[in-house]
Every structure is written in structure tokens, then in C-alpha cells.
């Protein structure tokens, strides 16, 4: 493997970091507002400005958000399902805790996965189900039961 493809991997595990992080400084946001649904709000206005910031200071190509208007209409889901787990993340943590909200969180993660690979759902490549990827899924459900237990 590349040092490239390490790097990578380096950042795939600071975003999975930054997951429950964000979860839980929503949370205090939430708090402070009196509501999940504002704090995600103010967490996406917050992210919003940060991705502006960010696409003029490195020369982005800002008119090329003109070109959005062609996307297909499921590309416009992203938005809303990001919202969903903002706002599902504010609402769980204090409930359930960090640890058992993204346990779920990642054995759901996993599930779908394994369809939309399955099946090539929004053009991705098929990769079928095997034992071993579900095995994988058996593994982290087991991992949730016993978060929840202990």
C-alpha cells in the first residue's frame, strides 16, 4: 500500500473521530438554544460559511454551483440526510450516550452498506454480499449488544 492510500486512511479515521465529537458539541449547542433542531441548524449555517470560507480562499469554482441545477434530483438527498443525522445525533446522545448512538450509528452504517454494494445502488460498483461481510455485521451488532449491557 501506498503512502497515499495511508494518508487516507489517516483521514478516514479523524473524520469517523470528528463524528461523535460533533454529536456531542451539538449537544451543548442544543442546550444552550433549547433545541436539537436549532443547534443542527446553527451546526450546518456554522459548516456552510466554513465550505465558503475554504472554496474562494483556495479558488474553488463557485460558479459551478450554477451547474447544480442539472443534478439528478436523488443528488439534492445528501442535504437532507444530513440533516437527519445532525439532528438524530443531537436528540440521541444525551439519551442513549456517545458510545451507543454511534455503535448503532456504525452497524447501521454497515447494513447499508452491504445493499447498496449488493445491488450497485446509486451507481456504485456491485460487490455481493459474502459470509464474511456479514459476519462483519454479526460482529458490531454483537459489539452494540454489548456496549448496552455494560
Sequence with gaps: MSNGAYFLMLVALAAGAMMPTQAATNNKMAEAVGSPVLAAFLSFLVGTIALLVYAVATGEGIANVASARTAPAIAWAG??????????????VPRLGVAM?????????????????????????VKEVSVV???GIL????GVVIIRKF
Design 139 to 142: 460482529l458490531i451488532t454483537a
Design 101 to 125: 448512538t454511534f455503535s448503532l450509528v456504525i452497524a447501521g452504517q454497515m447494513i447499508v452498506t452491504l445493499v447498496i454494494d449488493h445491488f450497485g445502488l446509486l451507481g456504485t460498483p
Design 133 to 135: 461481510r456479514v459476519a
Design 79 to 92: 442535504g437532507l440526510l444530513g440533516a437527519f443525522f445532525v439532528t438524530s445525533a443531537v436528540i440521541l
